[in-house]
């Protein structure tokens, strides 16, 4: 930022405002010395402590000096209109000429309410004496008392001004000028901020002025700082506004985290490192979305239709507020993350993951619960058993048939990749089932596959174990091995003398190479799809004759037509089953995204295998808190696609209280939300930008909604467990109701107790002493979905006992859609068939 600029918002500067105390202090002693009575002066802590201090050393007048306190804007910058006095005169002033000083007369607020207590107090006057006046924001009106005079240094323009005692977020006093802080607001949002501020600070006032200074290179370069300070200064500046560097600002599961066998890793051989996440080729070259994750919501259904099949998806989101407590690395998240009940995805958000003091709002972030939370979730997670397979896309599988008992890991997995999906797109159930009784006479039959499937079981706590007999006993399996060996049969001339692992990672990387029609795709644009069926020569013959079909279809001829074991079974035997185990022993699931926000958490996790699914991830962060800004209190976004349909998550901290005038700020935050939530860039066409864009909507956090009722009448309303009554009463319901919050939203039931606010550690609410900020029972914890297709399963709370909320957990049962390469295939086909009949009569006619 350029000298100019800066001078510019400096509003008066340490010289005029030494001359005008100068003057005010002339003004006074002109106006007291007539008087026996010298006055008291009564400094407003703490904004004119430094004003006191200069205008009292100019008193010659045996004065009093003290200071008192009110506090009307707390953390923020507009006053809350009710200021308390949490400390108080310590000197007589019945009978006293009081002179109230102030750093800045803004809305009267505090003066009002000064004014009336020193009264009360029997002062013969009151006057006020304040450096700067803000008359445009004046809401109270203030009457002096007796004779008292208003004396005043400066009138201030409708700034927010930090200096010369005047803070921003407690920081800024002991600058020795006045500025605009909203100047260096908008010059740090625009990126230019070189915090002079506190370059200036250190210059001017850190310093001591005789002491010569060695200055560094690298202070010269930052006006002052070392590089640290400076740092140190965008960070805390960077988050007071909320400034994100980009959106992929998030830590997610590298590829090869937990990955035993990452480098050989054949679910990743076409995704290299977060690439499909950024957007960005590793090689540098950015690709333009629309050659890579584009999701278009085109205008014709029926069109879309004709290469879209739907399948459920199990998503689970669980909110806690903890309070700032750090968990036991013990805690038992499974009831409240539905364990037993698997997810595929898991959305889970916690609020206060660190304590929301000052120092965590202003200050640099401390990160370092996360991990313990993310090391407590994994570990939860990971006791759940891999899923194997989705049966059908058109026929998704109901709730219920996701048991663990379900889980088997067969080889048939490890031969499909980690995408069952995909294979389905080539080998429905129902042709696979067809396949196994077109050979029954041979040595293998549907029944024997069957078999195979329901005889293996996990012991969900022993995963590992399970997984090496369940392989071994797999491989020993006379079928296993003749289906391995058609597997093959294929390439196995070409293969020659190739390495076991390097082999097996040819076989998977052939079932998972994106020539298979559609593998990976997202949803390609639909002059790209067109172009990569029907631009091939003979497009359906393209297909066949890929290397998939041709697998495929080696694998049904050598399966038809040979009953016995060829020769390649020995390879088996050198086969790196090690390797193999180790892939399979893989966590189930996966960290897709973690973000923090002061004390928001959102952590995303998903089964391994919807992971590759999963495209377009972006995150936007929006503080509401102090100043409108700090994200103390507000929301992280996190918006994907999932298969073919958008998502977005979001987790949020609205601003707490019982007071109406607090219910209506959190409608101001949700809006706020809305408005400044913002994802994709406006050259990334067709992705979403704001959350109203995405298909499925779920919003999860402490909303911090009241019960608007009496303690006494919540408590007897809760021990009766009349659920219903208290709902009637519950702020955010009434605002369902209105359509001003939430409009359009559902919720599920609120049949449980409401999950705020209890005794540490305790089942018993606060407040049964009434001094001891005592706090209606409410609902503060919720989960609230938009969009169709989102069936909710469960809505429940669960009994930790942590922090002082309970957390609450949402189960949804999902529609997403689905690109089936096969149904566009077959509609390609026939086009091409029908334009090629349209040429043949055009030609009969010609
Ligand atoms: O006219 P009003 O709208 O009431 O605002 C004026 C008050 O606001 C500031 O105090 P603040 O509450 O920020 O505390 P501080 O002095 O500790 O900074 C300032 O020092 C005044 O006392
Ligand atoms: N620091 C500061 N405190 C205030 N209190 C009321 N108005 C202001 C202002 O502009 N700046």
New binding site residues.
Partial sequence: MDLENHVEKILWTEQQISHRVSELASEIIQDFTPQNNAPAFVGVAT?AFLFLADLVRKIQLPISVDFIRADS?GLG?V?NGNPRIPFDLKVDVQGKHVILVED?V?TGNTLSCLIDHIKSKGASSISVCTLLD?PARRKVHFELVGKGKYYCGFE?PD????GYG???AELYRNLPYIEV?DKAIHSAIAGTLRSETFCNMRKQNTRPRHQKSETSWAEKLCFGCTCLQLFWARVVMRKWLNLTTNNSDYSADSDSDSDSVSNSDPEYCNWPGESRFKNDRSDGIRVEAYETLPRIRRKSETFRAQYINTKEIRICAGTWNVGGRVPPDDLDLDGWLDIDEPADVYVIGLQEIIPLNAGNIFGAEDRRPVSVWENIIRETLNKIPSVTKFKSHSNPPSPSKFKPSEDVPTIDEILQTTDSDIEEEICPLNEELNFFNEIKDGTVTGENVVDLDASASIDKHKLGISVEKELRRQFSSPITLERFNCFGTEDSEENGAMPSTQYINKLARTLSGTERIGLSWPEPPLHLLGQHVLERPGSFKSFKASKSFRTYSSFKSNMAGENRMRPEIASLAELDLESLINWKKRPPYVKIVSKQLVGIFITIWVRRNLRRHIQNLNVSSVGVGVMGYIGNKGSISVSMSIHQTLFCFICTHLTSGEKDADAAKRITDVQEIHRRTRFNSLSSIGLPKSICDHERIIWLGDLNYRINLSYEKTRELISKKDWAKLVEHDQLIREFRKGRAFDGWSEGTLNFAPTYKYETNSDTYCGEDSRAGRRTPSWCDRILSFGKGMKLLSYRRSELRLSDHRPVTASYMVEVEVFSPKKLQRALTLTDAEIKEEDIVIDGNW
Avoid: L, N, Q, R
């Fill in positions: 904004g804007y910058t006053s800045i803004d803000k201030c700034y927010f001004v930090v005047m803070d921003f802080a």
